[in-house]
């Protein structure tokens, strides 16, 4: 079992370096329409430009250690979101084809079309796992097979639409300090003009949806109530949101965007705490049928040897991504090869 907590570690570790790397890719792809001009725009495509499509590594992470780690876990979330999945897919593709197309041709209308491509895209994405999100912890009715015997209508609850919707204020607010962090002068100027709207609006949508979570699914604090040093997280997760208007409004653009990182962390940490050990919650009979930690994983063969592979290839993705940021690190400046 201690393995396949492990695995259920590194798929949680995984998810949460996804969210705080793709995450501000995607409010700036939210955030693109309302830029004033072509240049600002195109500073919105090359602050993200050399790190957007390595951020995505830590999906693939994610698809990975489900289908080796929890196979029954993959198979039933695979089978059960096809549709959903398959739209987030046209999604990812979209926008990568949106952000390599969109400087191809000088025109107007051609650039306005891959714009807002990009930018839809993008809000479709983050809505889309939003939506899978909620899934989670609202639950899904399965057989006795671990099989899927509800509707397309199943997903689109008003719980898991306003979880969507969460989570997209979420990412627009982490990549609008992601812009204040990576722009100067008057359009530096201009993003920290949209701060106080992008994180009232995600604040509203979390107070929301904190409270229909507590009322419709108290399952959530019952960890926490077992162990009382856990309302740490919910404060610390608090603490973390507070922390970003002080330190913008200090100026300190690097640590707001640490403290919408350390947000978005805590926020996935109470996630994980709140659904641990289940996996895949089913709706009927729900104690029989649900897939957990303890009845999906893995052989323990099979795990350490996936634990020696992930010991092996997590760290060189750490590397790679830290050595990225660190040759692209500084405010941005347009130029000849730029988007």
């Not at 997903?155 to 306003?162: C, D, G, M």
Request: aromatic content about 16%; glycine content about 8%; some cysteine.
């Amino acid at each position: 079992m201690m393995l396949a907590n492990f695995w259920f570690l590194i798929v949680v570790v995984a998810l949460i370096f996804y969210a705080m790397l793709d995450g501000f890719d995607l409010g700036v792809g939210m955030l693109h329409p309302f830029a004033r001009d072509d240049t600002e725009r195109r500073i919105f495509l090359n602050a993200i430009g050399p790190v957007w499509d390595g951020n995505e590594v830590w999906l693939v992470i994610v698809g990975g250690a489900l289908f080796a780690g929890f196979t029954p876990v993959y198979a039933t979330v695979f089978s059960a979101f096809y549709t959903p999945l398959m739209a987030l897919l046209c999604a990812l593709i979209l926008r990568a084809v949106a952000i390599e197309f969109r400087s191809k041709v000088e025109s107007i209308t051609w650039r306005h079309l891959w714009d807002w491509i990009f930018s839809l895209s993008s809000l479709m994405i983050a809505f889309l796992a939003g939506i899978v999100l909620g899934c989670h912890i609202q639950g899904i009715p399965l057989d006795p097979y671990g099989n899927f015997t509800g509707t397309l209508s199943d997903f689109f609850s008003p719980f898991t639409i306003l979880l969507g919707m969460t989570t997209c204020a979420l990412f627009a607010m982490h990549g609008n300090v992601y812009l204040l962090m990576k722009t100067e002068g008057a359009l530096h100027d201009h993003m920290r003009s949209w701060v106080r709207y992008t994180i009232g609006v995600f604040i509203l949508f979390y107070i929301a949806l904190s409270g229909w979570t507590l009322h419709k699914f108290p399952y959530m604090l019952e960890t926490i109530k077992d162990y009382p040093v856990l309302f740490a997280i919910p404060l610390l997760t608090i603490a973390g949101i507070l922390a970003i208007p002080y330190f913008i409004h200090r100026g300190f653009d690097g640590w707001a965007f640490l403290s919408s990182c350390f947000s978005i962390l805590m926020l996935f940490v109470l996630f994980g705490i709140g659904t641990y050990p289940v996996m895949v919650l089913s709706t009927i009979e729900p104690a029989t049928r649900s897939l957990t930690v303890y009845n999906s994983h893995s052989s323990e063969l099979t795990l350490k040897v996936l634990a020696i592979i992930v010991a092996i290839g997590v760290p060189l993705v750490l590397a790679y991504g830290a050595y990225i940021y660190h040759v692209f690190r500084g405010k941005v400046r347009l130029d000849d090869t730029s988007y």
